[in-house]
């Protein structure tokens, strides 16, 4: 495991921002972790970084408990956030000669191809670029030394597709023996090259699994009755968002499976006309997840 | 690495290095054309000015640079970079000695040596200068840049703590320690140097900003507390520290002059606070200068039942229009042969209220220093040049704006430990003309060291008759040491303070 957390708990104050927080993220793998905006995902991450520390539990990173990374460990981590404050007085160039000597195993080669690639302008004072360039010269910077745990929080948060895109690709080409850890809430662009999932929601993990075994379990669900539908009176715990709407009920179904799902219908709905089971994008089972969270009042 | 870390805070911030040095090199071309007089007004004023501007423009230069790499912030780039954070604390003390310690080092040095310091002195002196600076701007700056996020954070911890000394001068009546006092001087860097490490400490190892905030309104509170001591207090301490073991006796006996007959002293001045005329005896060694550093005022009631006891001061510069033979605060030969001696001291208004009309018994301690001579040499100063004195230091002379009759001698004391020269003018003859006249100076020297001549010259001037308008007579001059320490004790009995004024003016 590179990055591993037991029971993790986060207060500010009196406010609690994580709680009893599990995950490992396997070496080499993408792990994502998804969450609404204040779900903790953020938090989780300078816990990781060693620029806050847990309340209660045990994180570690590379082997190391994360409040004893030392600029050894940091060496070989790139970090970028939408909320890193890059030294805005600074020119470009003037910045990545600044940080360079901090790095053993620095490829001026590397930089030169994505400083290329990037087109950013070297004389120009880092307050002066646009967001966008701004997340492109941390991602110069945070894998320019080769690393070998790239974390990114909320990376495209705010950016154009063309940006995104050109950013994803940029972050994948060089994904080889590089594990990352992304957190964000923009799905769709994270949904094609994550390998891992993690759930948070109000500071407490849901779950986390690998993206195959999630979309393998997680369905839409839409069963047409002989009659108007009558919602069971106590729906499967496996299935969450329910509604009804004439003699169509519809939910998500978090343990499908093929050969039972017949079964299932006729338990709970007796006659059924018709049963249509979609696979559900990522975002949309992060939708559904929230919602149900919500219904039980979490 | 540290170093690599300051190259990129120079290159951000050098305006405010800059800024810094200019201030610096102003002071110095200002003292430079002060010149050994120190004149004119608007140039010590100036003078003033700048020092006072060197180090605020310092303080924030240095609060500026802590805070482009903040510790406060959980979002900035260095926090996830490899960059070791002693590295990045020792960049910061560099930062803050660079703009702070070196140039006061170098340029005071400088001043030194033109001024005629010789160069062990002139080093001892500017570093002893450049560390107070250090210590009194450097490192509390280092200290507030760490545990906020902006300058007007700062600002506003800056102001909190003015408003504490405010509140402190308010509640105590202006009752300020002495700040030359070393052991005010010794626990205030104390304060400064422990919590600024304990904060440095905190924050480039824990960034534990709770802690550390609570570290500085701890440390502001005793530095509060230390400055507004009551000032007996002070007194005692350093009475303690600096006289509580030397003699009694020495080469001056004051007494009761009472052959004056007074029974009736009191306040003799129309204006500000009261200033009491006391009839002295003064019989002193003729080899010997003596100074008064400082005197204590105890009053008893008939009985001896002590009612008051304070530190008092010399009104030396009072005009002397109502009694004759008006004391200073040194001694030398010649004040054995006057006659009607007043030493004139203020009294605080309220003690005067206090006890006015009261019959009791008056008690005047004198914390005294006593100087023997060293050297004396002749020399012919010519008029506006600087000349060395060996074992005193430099002198120059010059015609006095106001009469052309006398020559100011200005004597810079530029070694550790002279504090005192005596001048007479010789006739033709080789004779004095008159009396030798003596010159200490009290405060000019910090723990032996005379940072005075860096960046301080002042007045330190005797003035001797002219030649017939052909220049400057010959000179004698004797250079004085420190010789010893000493208390004597004047008893007034059977007096009363009263209001002297109306019969004084009449």
Request: hydrophobic share 45%.
């Amino acid at each position: 495991m590179i990055i591993e957390a037991r029971n993790i708990e986060k207060r500010f104050g009196p406010s609690e921002a994580l709680s009893g927080l599990s995950f490992s993220v396997d070496e080499g793998s993408v792990y994502a972790l998804i969450g609404a905006n204040g779900a903790g995902k953020t938090t989780t991450i300078k816990m990781m970084m060693n620029i806050l520390a847990p309340t209660r539990g045990d994180l570690t990173v590379m082997g190391t408990p994360s409040r004893e990374l030392t600029s050894r460990h940091l060496n070989q981590i790139g970090y970028v956030s939408e909320n890193q404050v890059l030294p805005g007085q600074m020119a470009v160039g003037a910045y990545l000669d600044y940080v360079r000597p901090f790095y053993s195993n620095w490829d001026e080669a590397l930089e030169k191809a994505m400083l290329r690639r990037f087109n950013l302008p070297m004389e120009r004072k880092i307050r002066a670029l646009s967001h966008g360039m701004r997340i492109k010269l941390a991602l110069v910077a945070a894998l320019a030394f080769k690393p070998k745990l790239l974390v990114l929080d909320e990376p495209f948060s705010g950016l154009d597709p063309l940006v995104r895109d050109d950013l994803v690709e940029s972050v994948l080409s060089h994904a080889e023996d590089l594990t990352i850890f992304i957190s964000s809430h923009e799905l769709n662009d994270i949904e094609g090259f994550v390998s891992d999932v993690g759930f948070l929601n109000q500071g407490r993990l849901l779950f986390e699994e690998s993206i195959e075994v999630l979309n393998a379990r997680v369905r839409s669900i839409r069963v047409t009755l002989q009659s108007p539908a009558r919602p069971p009176d106590t729906w499967p715990r496996a299935w969450i968002d329910p509604g009804t709407s004439g003699n169509v009920a519809s939910f998500v179904h978090t343990a499908f499976a093929e050969d039972q799902l017949a079964s299932e219908m006729a338990t709970v709905f007796g006659d059924v006309k018709f049963v249509q089971a979609e696979p559900m994008d990522l975002r949309s089972i992060f939708t559904a997840f929230a919602r149900a969270e919500q219904m039980t009042g979490r | 690495m540290w170093l690599h870390i300051l190259k990129k805070d120079l290159r951000l911030h050098w305006p405010y290095v800059a800024a810094v040095l200019a201030l610096k090199i102003a002071a110095v071309w200002i003292i430079l054309h002060m010149g050994i007089f120190a004149e004119p007004l608007e140039l010590v004023l100036l003078h003033t000015f700048s020092d006072l501007a060197f180090a605020v423009v310092a303080g924030f230069a240095i609060i500026v640079v802590v805070q482009s790499d903040p510790i406060v912030s959980n979002n900035d780039d260095w926090l996830i970079r490899p960059i070791r954070r002693s590295d990045l604390a020792l960049d910061k003390i560099a930062f803050a000695a660079l703009v702070t310690f070196l140039p006061t080092f170098v340029f005071d040095l400088g001043v030194g040596l033109i001024h005629g310091l010789d160069t062990q002195p002139a080093i001892s002196a500017s570093a002893y200068t450049a560390l107070v600076i250090f210590i009194g701007v450097g490192l509390p700056a280092l200290a507030v840049g760490t545990i906020t996020a902006s300058w007007s954070q700062a600002a506003g911890i800056v102001f909190a703590i003015f408003l504490i000394w405010i509140a402190g001068f308010i509640v105590t009546d202006g009752g300020m320690v002495d700040l030359d006092n070393w052991p005010v001087q010794l626990a205030l860097m104390a304060i400064l140097v422990i919590a600024s490490a304990l904060i440095l400490g905190l924050q480039y190892s824990r960034r534990n900003t709770t802690t550390s905030r609570g570290v500085l309104a701890v440390a502001t509170i005793c530095a509060i507390t230390v400055m507004f001591t009551p000032r007996i207090v002070g007194h005692l301490i350093l009475r303690f520290t600096d006289y509580g073991k030397v003699a009694t006796g020495g080469p001056i006996r004051l007494s009761f002059d009472d052959q004056s007959k007074a029974e009736v002293i009191g306040k003799a001045q129309q204006l500000g606070d009261p200033v009491i005329y006391v009839p002295l005896k003064v019989v002193v060694d003729p080899n010997r200068i003596v100074t008064i550093n400082r005197v204590i005022l105890s009053i008893a009631s008939n009985d001896g039942k002590p009612l008051y006891s304070g530190i008092i001061s010399v009104a030396s510069a009072y005009p002397p229009h109502q009694v004759s033979n008006l004391l200073g605060d040194t001694f030398d030969g010649t004040s054995n042969d006057r006659t009607s001696n007043y030493q004139a001291v203020n009294l605080p208004s309220d003690v005067f209220a206090k006890f006015k009309n009261t019959r009791g018994r008056l008690s005047l301690t004198y914390l005294l220093n006593s100087y023997a001579p060293v050297a004396t040499i002749k020399a012919a100063l010519p008029f506006g040049t600087p000349q060395k004195v060996p074992g005193f230091g430099v002198c120059e002379t010059r015609l006095n704006p106001a009469n052309d009759q006398v020559v100011d001698l200005y004597c810079f004391p530029a070694t550790n430990s002279s504090k005192c020269i005596a001048a007479s003018a010789l006739d033709p003859a080789g004779a004095s003309i008159g009396a030798p006249q003596t010159r200490c100076r009290a405060t000019s020297t910090q723990w032996g060291l005379n940072t005075a001549a860096l960046t301080d010259p002042g007045q330190f001037v005797v003035q001797l008759p002219t030649a017939d308008g052909a220049g400057i007579r010959p000179l004698t001059l004797t250079s004085y040491r420190a010789a010893g320490r000493f208390i004597q004790t004047v008893v007034l009995p059977q007096v009363r303070l009263t209001d002297l004024t109306r019969s004084a003016g009449s």
